[in-house]
C-alpha cells in the first residue's frame, strides 16, 4: 500500500538464501510475457510444474525443473545462458523456445544517501515503481502491486491519477529480483539482511493472489524470513479475514491514517462502511490466528478505546493524525 514516490519521497523513505522445498512445491505464479518482439516463452513466472512440462518435452529427468527453478528465483539468473549447471546441449535447447525477461527499467533515480528509485514498464504501457533503501543493518525494497489505485486516498498521487490493473505475480516478484541484482553488484559482500516492504503502488489486499503467489518465492526461494516480509494496507477487514490462515505469516502495517470513520471516508473513500475499529480488530484476530480467544479481541477493544482517546488528545492539540 502507498505509492513509493509521493508518499515516501526519496530523500525521505525508510527503512539470501537457501533454495528450500523447490521439488514438489509449486507457485501460482502465471505465465509472464512481458514486453518484447520476441517470440520465445518467457521462463521468468513459470511456476515449478510448468517448468517440469517444457523440459520433460526436452526429455530431461524431473530434477532438471527443481535446478531451473533454482536459477530464475534464487539465483535470479539473466538468461538461459548463465544456468551453468546445465548441459551446454539442454541450455542451447531451451534457449532455442525460451527466454528469461523482466520487465524493462525506463528510468532510475538515484540519491545521495544510496537510495535508488526505479520506474519499470510493463505490458499495456501501465508503469511502476520499486524502490531500493539501503540503511546501516539492513537493505529494504519497496515494490508495487497495482499499476495506479482503485483506492483513491485523497493525498496520494498514485490514487489521483487512476488505476489501470493488478500486476501479475511475475511482475510483483521481478521488482525483487531486479533491485537485489541493482543492488548486489555494487557491494557483493554485503551480508545486510534483506527486507521486502509491500508499501509500493497499489493496494496489496485488493490483489492478494498474485501478492501471496509473489511472497511464497520471496520466502521460500529467495530466503526471505517471515519477518523481513511486510504487508501494508489501508485494511479491508473482509480481506485482512483472507490472510489469517496464510503461513508463513508475513507482517502487517495497517495505516488508519486516522481512527474517526468520518474522516477516514474522506482521506481513504474506497474504505467505504468500514470501520477503524473493525479493522483493528480483524487485524488482531489475523495476527492471533482464527481460533484466537474473545478475551484477546476484547483485549483489543479496550486498546483500540485507549488510541481513540490519543488520537482525539492529538487532535486537540492539533498534532498529526494517529497511524
Ligand atoms: S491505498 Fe492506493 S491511493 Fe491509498 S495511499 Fe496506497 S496507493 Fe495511494
Given at each position: 500500500m502507498g505509492p513509493v514516490a509521493d508518499r515516501q519521497g526519496l530523500a525521505r523513505a525508510p527503512g539470501e538464501g537457501g533454495l528450500s522445498r523447490v521439488f514438489g512445491r509449486k507457485a501460482a505464479l502465471g505465465d509472464n510475457p512481458q514486453?518484447?518482439?520476441?517470440a520465445r516463452r518467457n521462463?521468468?513466472?513459470?511456476?515449478l510444474s510448468s517448468l517440469g512440462e517444457i523440459l520433460t518435452s526436452l526429455?530431461?529427468?524431473?530434477?532438471r525443473a527443481g535446478q531451473v527453478y533454482g536459477w530464475l528465483?534464487?539465483?535470479?539468473?539473466?538468461?538461459?545462458?548463465?544456468?551453468?549447471?546445465?548441459p551446454k546441449a539442454l541450455r542451447e535447447n531451451l534457449s532455442a523456445g525460451h527466454d528469461l525477461r523482466w520487465p524493462e527499467v525506463v528510468e532510475r533515480q538515484h540519491s545521495s544517501d544510496g537510495t535508488l528509485k526505479l520506474l519499470f514498464r510493463l505490458e499495456g504501457e501501465a508503469t511502476i515503481e520499486s524502490v531500493y533503501i539501503p540503511e546501516l543493518r539492513r537493505r529494504t525494497i519497496c515494490i508495487s502491486t497495482?499499476?495506479?489505485?482503485?483506492?483513491?486516498?485523497?493525498?496520494?498521487l498514485t490514487g489521483i491519477s487512476g488505476y489501470k490493473r493488478n500486476l501479475k505475480a511475475a511482475e510483483i516478484l521481478s521488482q525483487v529480483a531486479h533491485v537485489m541484482n541493482e543492488a548486489a553488484?555494487?557491494?557483493?559482500?554485503?551480508e545486510r539482511p534483506w527486507n521486502v516492504v509491500v508499501?509500493?503502488?497499489?493496494?496489496p489486499l485488493l490483489n492478494y493472489e498474485n501478492l501471496s503467489a509473489a511472497l511464497d518465492v520471496v520466502h521460500d526461494?529467495?530466503?526471505?524470513?517471515?519477518?523481513?516480509i511486510t504487508v501494508s494496507t489501508v485494511g479491508f477487514p473482509e480481506r485482512l479475514?483472507?490472510?489469517?490462515?496464510?503461513?508463513?505469516r508475513f507482517q502487517l502495517a495497517i495505516s488508519?491514517?486516522?481512527?474517526?470513520q468520518e474522516q477516514r471516508d474522506v482521506?481513504?473513500?474506497?474504505?467505504?462502511?468500514?470501520a477503524a475499529r473493525d479493522i483493528l480488530l480483524e487485524a488482531e484476530l489475523t495476527a492471533s490466528g482464527?481460533?484466537?480467544?474473545?478475551v484477546r479481541a476484547a483485549r483489543v477493544a479496550a486498546g483500540l478505546a485507549a488510541a481513540l482517546a490519543l488520537a482525539a488528545l492529538a487532535a486537540w492539540l492539533g498534532t498529526e493524525l494517529l497511524r
Open positions: 514486453v518484447s518482439s520476441d521462463l521468468f513466472g513459470l511456476d526429455g530431461q529427468p524431473a530434477y528465483y534464487a539465483r535470479r539468473a539473466r538468461a538461459v545462458g548463465d544456468m551453468t549447471d546445465l497495482q499499476a495506479g489505485c482503485p483506492v483513491k486516498c485523497a493525498f496520494c553488484p555494487s557491494s557483493p559482500r554485503d508499501m509500493g503502488m497499489g493496494e526461494e529467495m530466503g526471505l524470513g517471515a519477518r523481513k479475514n483472507k490472510l489469517a490462515p496464510k503461513k508463513p488508519l491514517h486516522t481512527p474517526f482521506l481513504v473513500p474506497a474504505s467505504g462502511a468500514d482464527p481460533s484466537a480467544p474473545p
